[in-house]
C-alpha cells in the first residue's frame, strides 16, 4: 500500500521535473522546484537522488555547464551554484 502511494508520488514529482526545458526559464524552473519540494514535504516522501538537481538555497535547476559547476574531488561531488554561488557537497558512493 504504501509503495504504491510512493510510486504515485514519484510519479507526479517526475512530471513536474519534466516540465523544466529551458536554463533561461529561471522563473519557471523555480516555481517548479518549489513545488517538488512542497509535494515532498506534504508527503514525507525523500527526494533522495532528486535533491542534487537543483540548488537548496536559491532552487536553482542545475543545467551542467550551464549555471552550475561540478567538481569530484576526494570522493565528494562539489557542485556550485552559479545563480547563487553556493556549494553543495555529496559523497560519492
Ligand atoms: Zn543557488
Known amino acids: 500500500?504504501?509503495?504504491?502511494?510512493?510510486?504515485?508520488?514519484?510519479?507526479?514529482?517526475?512530471?513536474?521535473?519534466?516540465?523544466?526545458?529551458?536554463?533561461?526559464?529561471?522563473?519557471?524552473?523555480?516555481?517548479?522546484?518549489?513545488?517538488?519540494?512542497e509535494i515532498s514535504k506534504r508527503t514525507n516522501f525523500s527526494l533522495s537522488e532528486k535533491r542534487k538537481l537543483f540548488c537548496k538555497k536559491c532552487k536553482n535547476y542545475f543545467f551542467p555547464g550551464k549555471n552550475c559547476y561540478i567538481r569530484v574531488k576526494n570522493r565528494n561531488k562539489i557542485i556550485k551554484c552559479l545563480n547563487c554561488s553556493y556549494i553543495s557537497r555529496y559523497k560519492l558512493k
Open 1 to 37: 500500500m504504501r509503495k504504491k502511494f510512493n510510486e504515485k508520488i514519484l510519479v507526479q514529482i517526475n512530471d513536474e521535473l519534466n516540465k523544466i526545458t529551458s536554463f533561461n526559464e529561471i522563473k519557471k524552473n523555480k516555481k517548479i522546484i518549489n513545488k517538488v519540494i
